[in-house]
Structures are given as C-alpha cells and as structure tokens.
C-alpha cells in the first residue's frame, strides 16, 4: 500500500500533466533551465553549471533531478562591442518515484543582448532554446489496484498503455532579460521566460494532454557594501496550469582577497518557497568555480510526512575568464 500510495502522484502526473516541471531551490544557478536569455550573459570565456537535487529523502528516490549546461558568447569581433551573442547546449534528467518515471531532455539555445550604453553596463536580450524530450514510464515499478484481488496479490494488471512506454516530443522556450549597473560595480536584473510554448503533446493513454505553458518572471541583483561584504538577492515567481509557486532570498558574500575580477568569497544566506519551505544556503567561490549547497526545511503541511526534510540540492559553477576582463557586471545569483 505504501508504494501505491507513493505512485498514484506519478500516474497522475503522466495522465493529466498538471504537475510542475523539474525545478530547484538554487534557480540563480541553473540558468538554462530558469531563462534562455542568460544564454552567454557573464563575463568570461564560456560557463559551465551542474546542479543536483534529491528531493523528499525520507521517501527513497521520490525525486531525483540533475542539470547540465555549457554556454559561451560567439562572434565578439563581428558584433557591437559591448553586445553578447550567446550559445548554449543544457540537458536535464528527471526521475521520479525509484525511476518509474523518468523524463531525460537536451537542449540548444541561442540568445542576443544590445548594449544600450557605451560602457556596456545595461544590457536588453532575448533568448529561444529548442529541446528534444524523451519521457518513459516503467510499468513493472507501479502497483495498480486490480493486482489486489480476493486471492491475494498477483502482481499482473490489465492496464494497459495504449501510446506505448515512451513519450518523444519537441519542444520550444524563449524568454528576455535586462540587466543593468549604475555604477559599474553593482548589478539588477529582470527576467520573464515561457517554457512549452507549442504546447507538445504528452500521453500513455489513449486520451490526448498537452503540457501547459509554464510562465517565469524573475529578478535580483548584486549590491557591494563595502570591498569585503557584498548582498546577492533573487527572486522568482513561476506558473504552470493551476500550480505556482514564489521562492525570495539573498546571501551575503565575503570576498577574502578584495579582488573583484576573481574574488574568493563565502556565500551565506537563506531562501523561502512561500508555504512550503525553508532553504538555507552556502557557497564558496575560488577562480571563478562557485559551489553551492542548500537544504530544504519542509513547514509546509507534508511536514510530518516528511520529517520537515523537503530535499538536498548540490550547485557547480564555473566560468572561464581571461586575464584582463573589462569586468562588465552580470547576474550571478
């Protein structure tokens, strides 16, 4: 019964897709899959960025997400000086319930940013990412009702998946993003992503669903306080049909060699998901490699289901800079 009770989400999410995408606490740091217009936009040679998250431990493997992504501006001498032409490739592989559904995707995206400045400093952009998404559903890992009968447990089921076990579909996002300084030192910026524009049909039965739109508005901005401690800060807001969800926060930084182009710093600092969870979050940043952990404390109403342990995410960052970098400040957390 436990494990039909953990499946009946998964049969739903695969029936009726009305649950959200994969998505993680550290957001600022899976920027493909938060905004295809961060596609590029840093300040460096190109960017690699690893996120893991298993969440809800206290039920074995009930979610397990993990992304990848390299991105790099092409075409510097050819464009504006101080414009940024972006490309990327990013995958995700999402499982869920001990693997009995599994949803695997890659990506390339593509983005432009307008210096609307000489110095560079406040940037306007627009990104679109193209995905091929493959999504199976293990049968032989689920429990259905009928395997119950008056003779016991026969562990066979008359269920059948008339669209077959996978699911392949194309998919198409796109987003904008503005980023600015007033000062050449500090950053904000505003983000608004739409992912599943074309709506891609997805379904194991023989009755027709479309993955729904999911709409992202995002913001945040890096404000020094002196050439030690700096405050990073984010925001996020996301729909998707009927679910939503808000996750704010910031964290401190403390740069350790007062060097602003390579800094050594330690992050610490907290985020909130509004009714649900509680996320305190370090990191360390060295040459340009920053790793982040968090935990989610659960104070939702699933608290005593899950012993308040919402789930651990896991961040790797790293961006290639040249020696001598003009230092234009982008968005980073």
């Not at 961060?38 to 996120?51: L, P, Y």
């Not at 599994?102 to 193209?130: C, M, P, R, V, W």
């Not at 950053?187 to 891609?200: C, F, R």
Request: with cysteine.
């Amino acid at each position: 019964m436990k494990r039909l009770f953990l499946f009946i989400p998964i049969l739903l999410i695969s029936g009726l897709l009305k649950a959200q995408d994969p998505h993680f606490s550290q957001f600022f740091a899976s920027p493909l899959t938060l905004n295809p217009a961060f596609t590029g936009k840093f300040d460096g040679q190109w960017r690699i960025a690893v996120n893991h998250r298993d969440q809800w431990p206290s039920i074995p493997k009930a979610y397990v997400t993990t992304s990848a992504s390299v991105d790099f501006p092409i075409l510097k001498g050819k464009i504006p000086e101080n414009d940024v032409f972006g490309v990327g490739i990013s995958g995700v592989t999402d499982a869920s319930a001990n693997s009995a559904l599994k949803l695997n995707y890659g990506s390339i995206s593509l983005s432009y940013h307008k210096a609307l400045d000489e110095n560079g400093y406040n940037t306007i952009g627009a990104g679109f990412q193209g995905s091929y998404n493959s999504m199976v559903l293990d049968i032989t890992k689920l429990t259905f009702e009928d395997m119950l009968t008056q003779n016991g447990f026969t562990g066979t089921t008359s269920d059948i998946l008339t669209n077959g076990r996978n699911q392949n579909y194309f998919d198409v996002n796109a987003g904008v993003l503005f980023s600015g300084s007033s000062n050449g030192q500090n950053n904000y910026y505003l983000g608004v992503s739409m992912y599943h524009i074309n709506k891609p049909q997805v379904s194991f039965k023989d009755k027709n669903w479309y993955l729904t739109n999911r709409l992202t508005i995002h913001g945040g901005g890096y404000f020094p306080i002196s050439d030690v401690v700096g405050v990073n800060l984010s925001a996020i807001h996301q729909m998707q049909n009927k679910a939503s969800e808000t996750v704010f926060g910031g964290a401190l930084s403390l740069n350790a060699n007062s060097d602003n182009v390579n800094p050594t710093n330690v992050y610490i600092g907290s985020w909130m998901r509004i009714n649900d969870a509680v996320i305190p979050y370090v990191g360390l940043e060295i040459a340009g490699l920053r790793i982040g952990a968090s935990y989610d404390i659960n104070i939702s109403n699933l608290k005593a289901a899950t012993a308040s342990r919402g789930g651990s995410e896991f961040s790797v960052i790293y961006i290639k800079r040249k020696q001598e970098t003009k230092g234009i400040p982008c968005p980073r957390f």
